[in-house]
């Protein structure tokens, strides 16, 4: 059944075309970032018919949709199976993940999974070495991997100069009183890493980032602070030690990185980096948009013990 056939306008090749698993409130931000970039969300599936409309709905107000671009409102079925899906994207609890993965492989959809991805590695690996044999891709939903301010951060790593020796970076956000008891996040059977698993992903994807593609630590460790009744992880702490290769015939370096992640702590969201000729800071490190209100970043430079402070508001 061609497009058209299946009831789906015409679109640019270079569109693509997503169905979106499930109404959660990220669904809205994530077809927020669709809509922005010229793609289109083409299906939507829902357990409840009605709340999936509702969605929708909410969305074309939001966004100011014509009739033609809405999307169709169905199963979760009927959007990987869907002709007009070229990629789905997953926020369903990473306990539920694996059978919509393997039915995208089957029908050939690549995959936007949000982070943390899957319940173990070793199930991440199958999923992807399932998709490239079937030239499908994968990615994970940590969106300001695909940012300017993370580059901004990197490029700026590299005009000060000297090897990175401390890097920081802490997540948390103080929710009401609801998020404990309702919040899938604090619901182990559903999400086993809780607070780990979503703000300290972010703290450890950005440490990676800065450390370089393809930096691996050395050693790692890391505390459960604080878990619920129920085992799900509410705070974390941890560090990564990174090894560095010797700096003009001198001894090898060493970097060390530190997070910390938290429900039920005061909102924070900031990446320090310090070398030994200054130190950057990235205030609201997670959200990858430069242009956002109150996003700032900060350049120490450090010339004979004199620190020259630069700080950029955007």
């Known amino acids: 059944m ?37 793609h289109r969300v083409t299906y939507v599936g829902c357990r409840s018919a009605e709340r999936g409309a509702a969605f929708v709905a909410e969305m074309a107000a939001a966004l ?22 070229d990629l789905v994207y997953i926020p ?19 995959v936007v999974g949000e982070k943390p991805p899957a319940t173990s590695a070793e199930l991440l690996r199958e999923w992807v070495e399932a ?10 939903g940590t969106m300001f991997s695909h940012g300017e301010r993370i580059e901004k951060v990197a490029s700026t790593l590299q005009q000060l100069g000297g090897a990175v020796k401390h890097v920081t970076a802490t997540m948390s956000f103080n929710p009401p009183a609801s998020f404990f008891s309702e919040d899938i ?51 974390f702490s941890g560090e990564m030690v990174f090894h560095q290769p010797p700096a003009d015939g001198g001894d090898s370096g060493v970097a ?32 990858p948009i430069a242009a956002a209100k109150g996003a700032a970043w900060r350049t120490v430079h450090v010339h004979g013990g004199v620190e020259h402070h630069t700080h950029f508001q955007n």
């Open 2 to 38: 061609s497009d058209t056939e299946a009831g789906a306008p015409a679109l640019a090749p270079n569109v693509v075309r997503v169905g979106l698993l499930g109404a959660a409130g990220i669904s809205q931000l994530t077809w927020h970032s669709i809509h922005a970039a010229g």
């Open 64 to 85: 100011a949709l014509p009739d033609e671009a809405l999307p169709r409102v169905g199963s979760y079925e009927d959007v990987v199976t869907a002709a007009e899906v």
């Open 92 to 110: 369903l609890p990473v306990t539920a993940r694996d059978a919509w993965v393997r039915a995208c492989v089957a029908h050939k959809k690549h």
């Open 131 to 140: 998709l490239d044999a079937r030239r499908l891709l994968y990615m994970d």
């Open 185 to 235: 996040r604090c619901d182990p059977a559903l999400e086993p890493q809780g607070a780990l698993g979503d703000l300290g992903w972010y703290c450890i994807r950005a440490i990676l980032h800065v450390m370089g593609d393809g930096v691996m630590p050395a050693e790692v460790s890391g505390r459960i602070l604080q878990s619920n009744a129920r085992g799900a992880i509410l705070a």
């Open 256 to 287: 060390l990185a530190q997070l910390y992640c938290a429900f039920g702590v005061a909102t924070q969201c900031r990446l320090h980096v310090a070398t030994t000729t200054g130190a950057v800071q990235l205030n609201d490190f997670a959200h």
